[in-house]
């Protein structure tokens, strides 16, 4: 089967980081990428690792370790409009997305 | 402008009813996508279009029916509605790399 695997939820305090962890086992890869959503909207694309090592963009940077499986998402110097869901998602193939379950963020004052 | 829009934002229907949802897109994209996600945020792909083509059908029951009349458009029509088939419908594109745009998504509540 497929699945990727991430905590359901994570709490934080504002400027602290936070890590939210995926792993994954699926039939294909080609990259793992992030996507926010806030509550009520759709999601938004974050990040994507084609390659092993951290990509930075801003106060969020993505890794992925393929050999293990693993990648996770780090969000740095929180902010309240952090508090949004954060989903990794699988390029199981050049057009097929394949979305983990889910972190809620909240980020508390 | 937005990218990727769609109609209706809202639907409340009976159960047994046909509906449809219309998506459209302005950035050129060829690959256009339906997801569905449900009342756990589970986000589940359920059919795929490449330059009106259908790509994918993630074993979606027949009563989902894609349509796409041209490059910038992706319907979707759902015949004999279900409870179950309650849940927020985006539709995405695809970008020439890995990024996926979503639209604002269908709320679909069935009763």
């Known amino acids: 089967g497929q699945s990727l695997e991430q905590p359901s939820e994570v709490t934080a305090v504002e400027g602290a980081i936070v890590q939210i962890n995926c792993t994954y086992q699926t039939s294909g890869f080609y990259g793992l990428s992030w996507y926010q959503q806030h509550d009520g909207g759709a999601p938004t694309f974050l990040s994507y690792n084609a390659l092993d090592g951290l990509e930075e963009t801003g106060r969020f940077s993505s890794f992925l370790s393929r050999s293990d499986s693993y990648g996770y998402l780090l969000l740095q110097e929180l902010q309240m409009k952090d508090s949004a869901s954060y989903f990794c998602?699988?390029?199981?193939?050049?057009?097929?997305?394949?979305f983990g379950t889910g972190t809620r963020l909240q980020v508390f004052p | 402008d937005t990218a990727v829009s769609q109609t209706p934002k809202y639907l409340v229907t009976q159960m047994g009813n046909d509906k449809s949802i219309k998506c459209e897109q302005n950035l050129g994209h060829d690959t256009m996508y339906w997801y569905k996600q449900d009342s756990k945020k589970f986000l589940k792909i359920m059919f795929s279009y490449n330059n009106k083509e259908l790509i994918i059908n993630e074993t979606v029951p027949n009563r989902f029916s894609p349509k796409s009349p041209d490059k910038a458009h992706l319907n979707l029509h759902i015949n004999s509605l279900e409870l179950g088939d309650s849940a927020v419908y985006f539709c995405a594109i695809k970008d020439g790399g890995e990024t996926q745009y979503f639209g604002p998504g269908t709320r679909l509540l069935v009763l």
């Open positions: 998602a699988v390029s199981a193939n050049t057009d097929k997305l394949i």
